[in-house]
């Protein structure tokens, strides 16, 4: 993943745990044609939570690749896939849209997973392989019946299994 912002972001301390991240990792960074550091970080640090990348987004800042899971319940799994999600929905040859559920929103070469009552959806299940973008998953944060998971979040979840 690509974290994405100015030099006064990086030392704001509401970010400290994610430069910290940065830092003790000896992530790759760079600057960028519009003078902010790019610095390349592995997904998987236990640090890096969706709160705290929402957050820098908010600051001004931009996240990119972010490999995330949603977690959707029984109910939302059978649920119409929410507004402004890429791929939401289907056009045919007639030119009828025809809106996705989330049991339906992945590609012929993905995968949902099940770990007891809740279902587990990649957010790149159906745009891959591109993860959808903070704006993207803004929208299910918070909403009753999704949560969004980390690769380590999920990991510990599978763990368990």
């Given at each position: 993943?690509?974290?994405?912002?100015?030099?006064?972001?990086?030392?704001?301390?509401?970010?400290?745990?994610?430069?910290?991240?940065?830092?003790?990792?000896?992530?790759r960074r760079?600057?960028?044609?519009?003078?902010?550091?790019?610095?390349?970080?592995?997904?998987?640090?236990?640090?890096?939570?969706?709160?705290?990348?929402?957050?820098?987004?908010?600051?001004?800042g931009e996240?990119?690749?972010?490999?995330?899971?949603?977690?959707?319940?029984?109910?939302?799994?059978?649920?119409?896939?929410?507004a402004g999600?890429?791929?939401?929905?289907?056009?045919?040859?007639?030119?009828?849209?025809?809106?996705?559920?989330?049991?339906?929103?992945?590609?012929?070469?993905?995968?949902?997973?099940?770990?007891?009552?809740?279902?587990?959806?990649?957010?790149?299940?159906?745009?891959?392989?591109?993860?959808?973008?903070?704006?993207?998953?803004?929208?299910?944060?918070?909403?009753?019946?999704?949560?969004?998971?980390?690769?380590?979040?999920?990991?510990?979840?599978?763990?368990?299994?």
């Open positions: 993943m690509r974290i994405i912002g100015s030099e006064d972001l990086y030392l704001n301390a509401n970010f400290k745990a994610l430069t910290d991240v940065i830092v003790l990792r000896n992530a760079e600057t960028n044609a519009e003078g902010n550091i790019v610095a390349h970080v592995h997904s998987n640090h236990p640090k890096i939570t969706v709160e705290l990348c929402l957050g820098w987004v908010q600051a001004g996240v990119e690749d972010l490999p995330l899971f949603i977690e959707l319940t029984e109910a939302k799994y059978d649920n119409q896939v929410l999600i890429p791929n939401r929905s289907t056009t045919d040859e007639e030119g009828v849209e025809t809106i996705l559920k989330w049991n339906e929103w992945k590609k012929p070469n993905n995968t949902h997973t099940q770990i007891g009552t809740k279902h587990y959806i990649m957010t790149n299940a159906n745009i891959s392989p591109d993860y959808l973008k903070p704006s993207e998953f803004a929208i299910i944060q918070g909403k009753a019946g999704y949560r969004l998971l980390t690769n380590s979040e999920y990991a510990a979840l599978s763990d368990g299994e």
